[in-house]
T-cell receptor, first 115, second 112 residues
Framework: GAGVSQSPRYKVAKRGQDVALRCDPI?????LFWYQQALGQGPEFLTY????????KSGLPSDRFFAERPEGSVSTLKIQRTQQEDSAVYLC?????????????FGSGTRLTVV | AQSVTQLGSHVSVSEGALVLLRCNYS??????LFWYVQYPNQGLQLLLK??????LVKGINGFEAEFKKSETSFHLTKPSAHMSDAAEYFC??????????FGTGTSLTVIP
């Protein structure tokens, strides 16, 4: 597609519920990134894929967070047993190259609210 | 390790006035530097980037930034603010690794 598409745009989850957030990167983009943006803050790195390989997951805040990109295109970020502190906008970004020297293309994000 | 400091979480300028948004970084290696803009309920859009070469970088919408290694700065400027420039601006640094480090953002208000 023309841009990075994320769904759903908004998600309200009850505390303890599992959620799955989807990212469709730009076709052919090798690298895919997930960022978490808390209210009033800059995005913070969660995890990075190069094709289907998850090369860096150092930013995932706990083992309740899990990401996958099984076929090297669409990616899903899953959060198990959601907590209120998980409330944030989750941004997906993709990049054509294997390094980030050219910047990312970001999606519009999924706003997760845990109540 | 890399980090970014954006001085001033809120900046207000009059329409037609100079826009100056400050960004200082720390990096152990020559950095890649970026400015992104975020409009309400939207993702981040790349304004401009510095990788190598000329230290004065021109971006979209009339914005430009200058990489000053001696000052570890990458301030964003625009000669004349427009109402449509009102948004959140983020400076980011990367060491060409696998992630960016973003500042906490500066909210720009343009007063008519």
């Amino acid at each position: 597609g023309a841009g990075v598409s994320q769904s759903p745009r908004y998600k309200v989850a009850k505390r303890g519920q599992d959620v799955a957030l989807r990212c469709d990167p730009i076709s052919g983009h090798v690298s895919l990134f997930w960022y978490q943006q808390a209210l009033g803050q800059g995005p913070e790195f969660l995890t990075y894929f190069q094709n289907e390989a998850q090369l860096d997951k150092s930013g995932l805040p706990s083992d309740r967070f899990f990401a996958e990109r099984p076929e090297g295109s669409v990616s899903t970020l899953k959060i198990q047993r959601t907590q209120q502190e998980d409330s944030a906008v989750y941004l997906c970004a993709s990049s054509l190259t294997r390094t980030d020297a050219y910047g990312y293309t970001f999606g519009s994000g999924t706003r997760l609210t845990v109540v | 390790a890399q980090s970014v400091t954006q001085l001033g979480s809120h900046v207000s300028v009059s329409e037609g006035a100079l826009v100056l948004l400050r960004c200082n970084y720390s990096s152990s290696v020559p950095p890649y530097l970026f400015w992104y803009v975020q409009y309400p309920n939207q993702g981040l859009q790349l304004l401009l980037k510095y990788t190598t070469g000329a230290t004065l970088v021109k971006g979209i919408n009339g914005f430009e930034a200058e990489f000053k290694k001696s000052e570890t700065s990458f301030h964003l400027t625009k000669p004349s603010a427009h109402m449509s420039d009102a948004a959140e601006y983020f400076c980011a640094v990367s060491d060409s690794g696998n992630q960016f480090y973003f500042g906490t953002g500066t909210s720009l208000t343009v007063i008519p």
